[in-house]
């Protein structure tokens, strides 16, 4: 095991992408097995230290930034133990990171169906916040290509579940025998909203245990290994970056496409193309709303792909003459490119404003869509603050993020984000469908589920780490845990 404590060198582990600042911790410890693991979470429970886990670093809620105790970080628990390509399954260490996975399961003509988020998150950090990617919108979350855990608790006992092994009920003290002992988990009784979400513990009537330990942000134990489902490779892949010439035209055109099974179907509004063009000039200027997408299918029948898409797209008027299209792995990687500028021309404008983004991570449910994107606008215009409008809206999810250039404008964006929160859980939405709630956003989780299930979710994790020592702060405030 290596442990460092040389502050130059820790500091790194007290950031991630949310801006929160003012991390600290003891020491960085880098187990390299699992009774390394163990050892360090025993002493860690005896005498109460806060660990927090760490994984890639690429969360966006501070929910691996540490304050106080100790960090175990997992980048020495990064073995690819097995990839099946009979039973399309792969047997991980959390600390494998997501590229390096894609790079091995491309050799064998496989692939990692959800393609969760940035490259460079670790698998063991993407199933503790059960993220999602661009093509969540076929294939759904990180959650629904889980099929195994073991997880270590701060007990020091191994959990080994498999899926289909143990079902449980909302309200119910669930009785989990293990080896030697029995643990009895309280399960909460709240009711989650059916769409997209990744905010606090997933709860559900008759609901797989197992689904329990993804999304739970570090807090219930440190995930040891992962078996997941693998698909095969797509034949054949097109992608498409077309342009609208208004933000109306590509919101309409959305309605039609969810019914043609694309992978993905993203979107960014006029303020992010705009953003966009500083970079690459070549942006149609007329262009007012954009949506990327990708569909896969068989060489056979590539024409018929190809000219119902068009269809669909002359109908909703897209700028076909300007709008981008790729068939090769090549012209696809110039794409993904292009999508990915986004966020960094996001993060160079924070860096020059020198003021933190404030972006949000809101799911309605498809019928409230179109209500949620008026009110966004709105309330972004009437408050004269800097924004960009993108994300997965065959989801129904956007990210809006808001680019304060002063203190001021920061705490009027907060208070934006409010708005925007209250009238997400009216409408039955969500306050996060994919980042987590980490330590930034309690307040709107209470909101959310109200402060009597928040207590039932710190009961829960009471019994699963009962000296409360795993990621604090982490999904709801550590105060409830008194
Ligand atoms: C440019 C960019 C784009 C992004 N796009 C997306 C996106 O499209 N979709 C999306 O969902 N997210 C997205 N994210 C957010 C981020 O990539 C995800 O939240 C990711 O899952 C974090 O993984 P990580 O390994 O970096 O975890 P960290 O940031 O290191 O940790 C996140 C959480 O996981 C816990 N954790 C880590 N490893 C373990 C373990 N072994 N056992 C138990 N708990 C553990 C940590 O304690 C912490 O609570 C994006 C981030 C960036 C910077």
């Known amino acids: ?13 007290f950031e991630d992408y949310s801006g929160l600042l003012g991390g600290y911790a003891d020491k960085v410890i880098l187990p390299e097995n699992e009774k390394e693991a163990r050892d360090i979470l025993l002493e860690a429970g005896a005498k109460k230290i806060p660990v927090t886990i760490s994984g890639g670093g690429t969360g966006v809620t501070g929910a691996r930034i540490p304050f106080g105790g100790w960090v175990i970080a997992t980048e020495r628990l990064n073995k690819i133990i097995e990839i099946n390509d009979k039973t399309l399954t792969a047997t991980l260490q959390p600390g494998v990171r997501l590229t390096e996975l894609e790079n091995e399961l491309s050799k064998k003509g496989l692939t990692y169906l959800p393609d969760p988020t940035e490259p460079n998150a670790f698998l063991g950090g993407t199933i503790s916040t059960n993220a999602s990617g661009a093509k969540g919108f076929k294939y759904g979350p990180t959650r629904d290509y889980i099929k195994r855990l073991k997880i270590l608790l701060s007990t020091g006992d191994t959990i080994d579940i498999k899926r289909g092994d143990y079902f449980i009920n909302t309200g119910e003290i669930f009785p989990l025998r293990l080896k030697d002992k029995e643990i009895k988990i309280k399960i909460p009784d709240y009711s989650m909203p ?38 095969k490779k797509p034949e054949e892949v097109m992608s498409f970056f077309s342009f609208f010439s208004s933000e109306d035209d590509a919101i309409s ?15 960014m509004d006029a303020n992010s193309l705009s953003l966009l063009r500083i970079k690459y000039p070549n942006i149609p200027k007329y262009a007012k709303g954009l949506i990327y997408f990708e569909q896969d299918y068989k060489k056979e029948f590539e024409s018929g792909v190809v000219d119902s898409w068009t269809k669909l797209l002359e109908k909703h008027k897209a700028l076909m003459e300007d709008s981008y299209f790729a068939d090769s792995d090549k012209e696809r990687t110039k794409l993904k490119e292009l ?24 799911a309605v449910p498809d019928k409230c869509f179109k209500e949620m994107l008026k009110f966004y606008k709105e309330k972004l215009a009437s408050s004269g603050i800097d924004y960009v409008v993108f994300g997965h809206i065959g989801e129904s999810h956007m990210h809006v993020n808001m680019l304060p250039k002063t203190e001021e404008e920061f705490k009027k964006s907060r208070l934006v984000y409010m708005k925007f929160v209250k009238k997400a859980v009216s409408l ?12 930034l956003k309690h307040l709107f989780l209470e909101i959310m589920y109200g402060k009597d299930n928040l207590k039932q979710m710190a009961l829960l994790k009471k019994s699963l780490d009962p000296s409360c020592v795993l990621g604090l702060d982490n999904i709801f405030p550590k105060e409830l845990l008194k």
């Not at 997209?196 to 993804?214: C, E, Q």
């Not at 694309?262 to 979107?267: D, G």
């Open 428 to 439: 039955g939405g969500t306050v996060s469908a994919e980042h987590g709630i980490g330590k």
């Open 339 to 362: 999508r990915h500028a986004l966020p960094d021309a996001v993060n160079e404008i924070v860096k020059k404003n020198k003021m933190p983004k404030v972006g949000t991570d809101i």
């Open 1 to 13: 095991m290596i442990i460092k404590t040389d502050p130059d060198i820790i500091k790194g582990y």
């Open 194 to 231: 059916e769409i997209k979400t990744a905010a606090g513990y997933y709860i559900k009537n008759h609901m797989d245990l197992l689904d329990l330990f993804i999304g739970h942000e570090g807090t219930l134990g440190l995930i040891l290994e992962a078996d997941i489902a693998l698909g």
């Open 253 to 267: 055109f959305v309605k039609d496409a969810k019914t043609y099974k694309a992978m993905s179907l993203e979107y």
